[in-house]
């Protein structure tokens, strides 16, 4: 018998059907309970946005000057215009670009959404909301599809070709080689471009794997091939095509669908807007055809590809993914199973519905790792190897050597130290919520000294906690201070992936070991522990209560991801700031 990390495979179509369903319902639920909440709980909850004034419409999209944004919005979420009291009447957009240092949001059309072209009044208020799309239905006709593949049925079973064409692998190299990438980089890239069906390369943190995908892909095009490339998120498929376009200028690139961040950047880089039923005029070969699931899942069933290519396949689910398999028997999954997963609405009690289609490929046929990273200086990078990667991953030798700004003499020395690349300083308390006052404090002096001792600019430090509540305290006790919070990212986890910064600095805000034994799997998750830590060049500061370390969580993957946490600690400079910002300090 299969222990239960393990479940049977030939069920999986079930399972995968059954996620669907309780995500679906999932989704109907909370929509229905977010539009009887007033604007202003939601607003609390990251799921509105209020008094978003109309400065500009456009063909192609919209533009509202907003004064806070503190949404759970992400490019390319479906949204809804309107005074958020009559859904029915709101206008059907996507979620474009927020920029916090103008307050300006960019809203895009939905090519797909019926209705005639809206009515907008230049300085009205409006309200932007969550939209429901109920894709579910379409991406289960993708799952019961691919199972009906038996190629693709074998590859999400385990038994998926791995082999490689050894002539193309010679050629492959010596190209890649020319490039100029690493030799991790040169085999991991190598060894997909001559894949029999299946290749899977891991990318840590910083380690280019969007260089090697674009060099991998411009070869292939080259070549001849029509390759469909896709992500989750809009940002990560324009990405890939940026960095394609930079290094070939005369590549035929396609996106299909909603432009997501906006259509002028995509239109600049000479990259063309398809309908998905118009696409047959684009693909022609050598193209390189670019969207997220949705928009593939739309793609004419005859439309055929050589390559079907995955970037950022660790967040991606596998019926999401399912939808791009279909068009290709060769693919290419580029991601990492060790930062972010993928996002669920529901609660499942099903492991294998849930994770992402590189963690489940990844335990059938493991990955090639790209073990260089180019943005860790060694000491970062040294923990982050050892904690999640068991120390396969090194700096590459220009960033290695790299330090913080340092100026001695400082009240903080001990702890921005750059000698100590990451550092735990302790403020014990025993806050059971989402906020912790005494982190604020702590983290508010922290980044003052940071940039007015040591000259670090604003813009190369992040503020990460793991509630939007802290993240709300966090961005008040730095303003009180004033920081140009505008200048800096102060924000959760989830909306700094993929990015990076000089220094970070994490607020872990619980301190009630019995509170977080309740709800270990979500505070104690590695993924999100390494996302934090990995977006820093060269100082990574956690701050937290020694009694996140001394928790129990109750359920076996809390109690597990909550070891490493403690493992962590352990091998950190610990300074302890609890008789200077801890409670008993605050009320004296």
């Given at each position: ?177 020319i490039a100029g990438l690493d030799p991790a980089q040169v085999e991991a890239g190598a060894s997909a471009m001559a894949t029999h069906g299946l290749a899977l390369v891991q990318g840590p943190p910083g380690t280019g794997k969007t260089r090697m995908l674009a060099e991998a892909l411009c070869l292939l095009a080259r070549a001849g091939c029509r390759i469909v490339l896709s992500a989750f998120t809009h940002r990560a498929v324009d990405n890939v095509l940026f960095a394609a376009r930079r290094l070939d200028r005369a590549l035929t690139l396609v996106k299909v669908g909603n432009a997501g961040t906006g259509a002028d950047d995509l239109r600049a880089a000479d990259v063309r807007l ?315």
């Amino acid at each position: 018998m299969l222990p239960a990390s393990q479940p049977d495979e030939r069920d999986l179509q079930a399972r995968l059907l059954r996620f669907l369903e309780r995500e679906d319902v999932d989704e109907r639920r909370s929509s229905d309970e977010l539009r009887a909440l007033p604007v202003g709980d939601r607003v609390v909850d990251g799921e509105c946005i209020d008094d978003a004034v109309l400065v500009r419409a456009a063909r192609d999209g919209i533009v509202l000057r907003v004064g806070e944004n503190h949404s759970k919005f992400r490019e390319g979420d479906a949204i809804a215009l309107g005074d958020g009291l009559d859904f029915d009447a709101a206008i059907p957009l996507v979620y474009g670009r927020f920029d916090p240092v103008s307050g300006e949001l960019r809203l895009e059309r939905d090519r797909y959404a019926r209705g005639d072209d809206p009515v907008l009044e230049p300085g009205r208020r409006y309200v932007v909301d969550r939209r429901s799309l109920g894709l579910r239905g379409r991406l289960r006709d993708c799952v019961k599809a691919g199972f009906a593949e038996p190629a693709i049925a074998d590859v999400l079973a385990g038994r998926g070709a791995v082999g490689r064409d050894d002539a193309r692998f010679e050629r492959a190299r010596d190209a890649l080689v020319i490039a100029g990438l690493d030799p991790a980089q040169v085999e991991a890239g190598a060894s997909a471009m001559a894949t029999h069906g299946l290749a899977l390369v891991q990318g840590p943190p910083g380690t280019g794997k969007t260089r090697m995908l674009a060099e991998a892909l411009c070869l292939l095009a080259r070549a001849g091939c029509r390759i469909v490339l896709s992500a989750f998120t809009h940002r990560a498929v324009d990405n890939v095509l940026f960095a394609a376009r930079r290094l070939d200028r005369a590549l035929t690139l396609v996106k299909v669908g909603n432009a997501g961040t906006g259509a002028d950047d995509l239109r600049a880089a000479d990259v063309r807007l398809v309908p998905a039923n118009r696409l047959e005029l684009a693909a022609n070969a050598g193209a390189i055809v670019a969207g997220t699931p949705f928009a593939l899942e739309r793609l004419p069933a005859r439309v055929n590809f050589h390559f079907a290519v995955f970037d950022e396949a660790g967040q991606l689910p596998i019926p999401h993914a399912i939808a791009g398999m279909l068009l290709a028997r060769r693919w290419i999954f580029v991601g990492d199973h060790h930062q972010l997963p993928p996002v669920v609405t529901a609660d499942h009690a099903d492991p294998a519905a849930t994770r992402s289609v590189f963690e489940h490929l990844h335990a059938h046929y493991g990955a090639m790792l790209l073990d260089r990273s180019y943005r860790m200086n060694d000491g970062v990078c040294d923990v982050v190897g050892r904690t999640f990667y068991g120390g396969r991953l090194r700096s590459a030798p220009l960033a290695a050597s790299r330090r913080m700004p340092f100026v001695p003499g400082g009240t903080f020395d001990a702890v921005l130290d750059p000698e100590q690349a990451v550092v735990l300083a302790r403020v014990d308390h025993l806050q059971p919520g989402h906020r912790s006052g005494e982190e604020a404090e702590l983290a508010g002096d922290l980044v003052s000294e940071c940039v007015r001792r040591h000259g670090v600019p604003p813009h190369e430090i992040a503020v990460i906690a793991p509630f939007r509540a802290q993240v709300r305290l966090l961005r008040s006790a730095l303003e009180r201070r004033g920081i140009p919070i505008d200048r800096l990212v102060v924000d959760t986890v989830e909306r700094i992936q993929g990015q990076e910064r000089e220094v970070v600095v994490v607020s872990l805000a619980a301190g009630d070991p019995a509170a977080l034994d309740r709800r270990g799997s979500f505070f104690f998750s590695p993924n999100r522990l390494n996302v934090a830590l990995s977006r820093a060049r060269t100082k990574a500061v956690i701050v937290a209560s020694q009694g996140v370390f001394l928790a129990l969580p109750m359920d076996p993957e809390g109690l597990r991801a909550a070891s490493i946490y403690k493992t962590l600690a352990r091998s950190l400079p610990q300074i302890d700031f609890s008789a200077v910002y801890g409670p008993r300090a605050r009320v004296r």
